[in-house]
């Protein structure tokens, strides 16, 4: 039983993705909605009806007091049977109403609901460009994709498990009154009016201050992910103060918005408690009156003191439920600021695959400066023939990294074109392109997963044997062996910590390398390939990256100039220009830029502040 309701929504099912979700709130619950329409549907009807059956008890109820009247007897042989089937009502079937109820309520709607929207909203933000990733943090941005969906969740549930029910229940209460005397209508009608007003009131604040102290919350989640992340530097600075005081900022501003929505609930309970009073006195009140004047029976007066008794003990929990509707819904409107962003680098809509053949890279006129008018790269144009290898140096800011970048497509150019093999990156789906370039970075981060995870991140249906062969080429296959994590898993199974903390910055390159190796991409991107290896391990995988470069496209970024000299061709980058190329011995003889880096270099190193 619990298996079937439990499936009949599949959150992973199939749908039309969209580059631009719906910004608005409703719009986007309803896009998220589609697959449980029948269900909701279903959902709405039950607790309607589960709603009617508990005002037909009260009704029942009162009708048992003016049977009870009667002489014992006389009850029994005239209602017997009635009695006994209102029995087996009440223990059969309302139990069955009421598990189907919350069948489909706990089971069905919320772990699927919001599994859906967390799948679906970290799919749509894995798309999002690495620019987008960059103006936020890691942290508010996952805390976002985590607090979201049992938000919305919690906001459809309250829809069937409060609202539907309350309403259906108000209705059915209303007409019970009327049928007994419709003048008992009348203190229902202004308590209800009053009701109305306070709900207003109170929804119209919980909303936006529901939303502020989520966004808080999202705040110190950014923060003290971004502590955690860069432990190392916490420690090495013996900065752990001013990382409290960092987080303790964001962490009282959550306090403050926190207690802001607290004083909403608590005007909100002191005013239902006295409106409740109202109620009670209203319509128990003018029940006995009318009993006095003979005009309702003590069945009447006994349904009548139930129901508002019932209403008493409901209403605090309506008001509740309809505030965790809407602070929920303030929830979900603050994680729909990062979840409903629309794709921001997109393929072109007749993109196709990269078809690779030769490698060659033609840079046409290209400036980029990041919307601002310096920066960057500026008019650059290059060709970098099939099969060349290039050195890429300048000091920091001289446009290197921004090269990189566009030439990966992370971000569109402003000015210019990028071609391999004369089609335009931007009109080539982004997979097929990064899939035929292979990059090592200077931080080389790894995922918080096995060395193996990380190594066939390269090509994920290589063999264990093409795996082994990859780390061996990269002089990491020895020490991946000794590997053991606090689990007990050893070598490859042996997990590396969060971006790979838990292995030396030399480690951590050569898996990077054994990564890049196992890809076997034609167009290679190295920047600063070898810079936390030491010279003896240096040395080794220099020969293993020359090996690598062969009948391949190669770009090369170092401040070591000793590991560029002998490429093909070597281009100095400043203010977002080439301002020399040639060979090694070419641009010394020139006496420029470049050889002035080499005269100043310390143990082959660029001094990347070096004045011309």
Known sequence: MFRYFENLVDPFVDYKETDTPPTRLWPFMLDYSQPFMRVFFWAGLISIIVAAVEVGLIYYMGRVVDLLSGPPAEVWQAHGTEL???????????PMLHVVDVLLLNNTILPNFGTLI??????????????????DFAGRIANRIMQTPPAAGEAVFQVFDAISFSIAYLIGAAVLLMAADPRLLLPLLIWLVLYGLLVRWTVARVGPASQAASDARSAVTGRVVDSYTNIHSVKMFAHDEQELDYAREAIEETRRTFQVEMRIFTIMDAVLVTLNGLLIVGVVGWAIALWMQGSASVGVVAAAT????????????????????FRQLGVVAEGMETIAQPIDLLDAPDAKPLQLTNGQIDIQDLSHHYGRKTGGLDHINLIIHSGEKIGLIGRSGAGKSTLVKLLLRFYDVEQGAILIDDQNIAKVTQD??????????????????????????????????QMIAAAKQAEAHDFILDLQDPQGRTGYDAHVGERGVKLSGGQRQRVTLARVILKDAP??????????????????????????????????????????????????????????QGGHSELLAHGGLYAQFWARQSGGFLNPEAAE
């Open 306 to 325: 139930a129901l508002t008794l019932r209403l008493n003990a409901m209403t605090g929990w309506i008001m509740w439920a309809l505030t965790s509707f």
């Open 118 to 135: 967390r799948w679906r909203a970290h799919k749509h933000v894995l798309r999002q460009s690495v620019g987008w990733f960059e103006n």
């Open 523 to 580: 167009i290679l991107l190295l920047d600063e390939a070898t810079s936390a290896l030491d010279s003896e391990v240096e040395a080794s995988i220099q020969e293993t990256l020359y090996g690598m470069m062969q009948g391949k496209t190669v770009i090369a970024i170092a401040h070591r100039l000793s590991t560029i000299a002998q490429m093909d061709r070597i281009l100095v980058m400043d203010g977002g220009r080439i301002v020399e």
């Open 432 to 465: 097929s392109l990064r899939s035929h370039i292979g990059m090592v970075q200077q931080d080389s981060a790894l995922l918080h997963r096995s060395v193996r995870d990380n190594i066939l991140y390269g090509r994920p249906d290589a063999t264990e044997e």
């Open 84 to 94: 006994i089937l209102m029995a087996v009502f009440v223990l059969l079937l309302r």
